[in-house]
């Protein structure tokens, strides 16, 4: 069982997280966030889940995601915190972030729904940009999969392991 968390950016103390399904009032929340996940094209993505603190439900993240069964992998189709969170909106107004780790955590859920699925970890997405494209890289051991896509990357399952192994015995509460 996974205990996930992420760090809070003052004080940096951890805060226990967890994963559901993601519920109409949460894509209804993103208005104000890089993505509004209630266009019909964010409607129809497939396995939407919500990252939420554990004491007060408050929203951190969303993701989508896919089981490949031709790559062997869960495919993650798009994934974003939020915007009190999300470095790319906050660094445009000059303000810090709440919380550090939601894409991490998001990740290690991943791992574990590949690991669930006999796919060994393995994670396959596409960076945004190419300053996440070198954040996945030296963070999570991502690597660019293809040339002919230069932001298309893959989590192998050793890269898979150290991402998840953080969140393995420490106790949520």
Known sequence: MLNLYVLDAVSDERIPVGVSEATEHDLTATKDWQTSWTTPFARHLPNKVALRRSDDGDLLGLMSYELDERGLAVEILYMESARHSNANLLHAIGQQKRYYGTAKALFAYAVQVSMDAGFDGVLVFRAKTSELLEYYAREFGARQ???????????????????ISEFRGYPNG
């Open 145 to 163: 999969l293809a040339a002919y896509d230069p932001f298309r990357m893959v989590i192998w399952e050793d890269a898979a392991e150290r991402i």
